[in-house]
């Protein structure tokens, strides 16, 4: 049981060029998420998809797009790279959207804009 | 935005020692999870707290959730060097029935052998 796998692990693009990063679960999760990690900020979140087919803005979301492509599969794009948005970025999955069931992450694709 | 503050930030402990962290919120929380982040990986749940005043252990982990329902604690006894890591505090917060989680900024441990 792979849980939740992030592809790449690592990347670094010029600004301005486009990347998109994959997160899929394989434990049939209704909700899943894409936060930040900035070194002393925590966790923030971007995006989430409470259900296939749905998406919601967060409360960073500026600068990015999701794709929720099937109920294994959400995506984040960045459209044109800014060195701002360097950061490791996380993909958490949950049960279900209506209780208090905690989330489970990935690993973590870690990306450097220059 | 809502924020959790958890304290302290980082703390340096020598091995065999007990430690403690706590969060605290502006906010009630009807659940409090902690989580632990080992170097270069994702956060992984330790304990989840559905009650006020529970009282859940995970080894040598104990938390509790606060009586106020706005804070929580995270105990480590008996402290060994694979404790290091950060550690993140999370509450739901509901929007429209979907739930989203806050986490703090995390407390940064780091054990000396």
């Known amino acids: 049981n792979a849980g939740v796998t992030q592809t790449p692990k690592f990347q670094v693009l010029k600004t301005g060029q486009s990347m998109t990063l994959q997160c899929a679960q394989d434990?049939?999760?209704?909700?899943m998420y894409w936060y930040r990690q900035d070194p002393g900020m925590g966790l923030r979140l971007i995006y989430y998809s409470a259900s296939e087919g749905t998406t919601d803005k967060g409360e960073v979301p500026n600068g990015y797009n999701v794709s929720r492509l099937n109920k294994r599969e959400f995506s984040l794009r960045l459209e044109s790279a800014a060195p701002s948005q360097t950061s490791v970025y996380f993909c958490?999955?949950?049960?279900?959207?209506?209780?208090?069931?905690?989330?489970?992450f990935g690993d973590g694709t870690r990306l450097s804009i220059l | 935005g809502q924020q959790l503050n958890q304290s302290p930030q980082s703390m340096f402990i020598q091995e065999g020692e007990d430690v403690s962290m706590n969060c605290t919120s502006s906010?009630?929380?009807?659940?409090w999870l902690w989580y632990k982040q080992d170097p270069g990986e994702g956060p992984v749940l330790l304990i989840a707290l559905y009650k006020a005043g529970e009282l859940t252990s995970n080894g040598r982990l104990t938390a509790q959730f606060g009586i106020t329902r706005k804070d929580s604690f995270l105990n480590i006894s008996a402290s060994i060097p694979s404790d290091v890591g950060i550690y993140f505090c999370a509450g739901p917060r509901t929007t429209s029935g979907t739930y989203k989680y806050i986490f703090g900024t995390g407390t940064r441990l780091k054990v000396l052998a």
């Open positions: 434990m049939n999760h209704n909700s």
């Open positions: 906010s009630i929380f009807n659940t």
């Open positions: 958490a999955s949950r049960e279900d959207r209506v209780s208090n069931q905690p989330q489970h």
